[in-house]
Each structure stands twice: as C-alpha cells, then as structure tokens.
C-alpha cells in the first residue's frame, strides 16, 4: 500500500520492528498498512463521553468528542478534526478516488474524509477505531 506523503518528514518516525512491537496487530495493519477495520467492530463507534480521540500511535489528539456523530456507517465518524492534527492525500485504490485521513504528527492511517456530513461542514471523517485511543475528560 502506499504510504502517505508530506512536504517534510512526520516529526515521529520508527522503524517497522519498532511500530510492530509499539502496536497490536490490528492497530499495525490499519496505521501502517492502510488497512481498514470491518465495519461495527470498534466499541468507539458507540462511544460518546466527553473526551478526546487521540492517535493510537503516537498519542496526538486528533478530535473532539464534540464534534463526533454518529453516521450509521459502522465507524467513528466525525464532522471536523482538531486543527493542525490531520493531513490528507488522493487515495486511488480499489478502483476509486477518495481523501484518506493520516495523522499530521505520525502518518498513521486513520481513514478517509466524504462531503455527506452533517452542518456545519457537511464532512464526514471516517476513521478506523483501531487508529484512535479516546481520553476522557
């Protein structure tokens, strides 16, 4: 899969050995891998207390609960990140286009970004559970 890209190198980089030891199995192929969790299997999809939703690998706070809604897709979803906290780039696999969704600070895949969101963005942040920790208030 490719990997995302940026003007200059994610301020945490780590060899693939040591992102393997850091991470579950599960966490690796979705943040490394660009690999997607089957959809309903994540418990924060359902999970809605004040909070933070930070990077599970390298613990950035990456959305608000205020900001979180629940899509009917089976995945968290969000209507805005915290500012600064994600970058995007083209996704061109399985045959279509879309924005995938990687942390600024890491470059973990964290999922993609649609334009069927609610107000007041009308986007809708798609992101794999296994890419995010959530830090109660």
């Given at each position: 899969?490719?990997?995302a890209?940026a003007?200059?190198?994610f301020e945490?980089?780590?060899s693939?050995?040591?992102?393997?030891?850091?991470?579950?199995?599960?966490?690796?192929?979705?943040l490394?891998e660009?690999?997607t969790e089957?959809a309903?299997t994540?418990?924060?999809?359902?999970?809605?207390a004040k909070?933070a939703?930070?990077?599970?690998?390298?613990?950035?706070?990456l959305?608000?609960?205020?900001?979180?809604?629940d899509?009917?897709t089976?995945?968290?979803?969000?209507?805005?990140?915290?500012d600064?906290?994600?970058?995007?780039?083209?996704?061109?696999?399985?045959?279509?286009?879309?924005?995938?969704?990687?942390?600024h600070?890491?470059?973990?895949?964290?999922?993609h970004?649609?334009d069927?969101?609610?107000?007041?963005?009308?986007?809708?942040?798609?992101?794999?559970g296994?890419?995010?920790d959530?830090?109660?208030?």
């Amino acid at each position: 899969m490719a990997k995302a890209k940026a003007d200059k190198p994610f301020e945490i980089t780590r060899s693939d050995a040591d992102w393997r030891a850091a991470l579950t199995p599960e966490q690796y192929r979705v943040l490394r891998e660009h690999g997607t969790e089957r959809a309903g299997t994540s418990p924060l999809d359902k999970e809605y207390a004040k909070g933070a939703f930070h990077c599970a690998g390298c613990n950035l706070p990456l959305f608000s609960s205020d900001t979180k809604f629940d899509s009917h897709t089976g995945w968290p979803s969000f209507w805005t990140p915290l500012d600064g906290a994600v970058g995007t780039t083209t996704d061109r696999g399985f045959f279509m286009v879309r924005t995938e969704v990687h942390c600024h600070r890491c470059g973990g895949h964290l999922g993609h970004v649609f334009d069927d969101g609610p107000r007041p963005t009308g986007l809708r942040y798609c992101m794999n559970g296994a890419a995010l920790d959530f830090v109660r208030e």
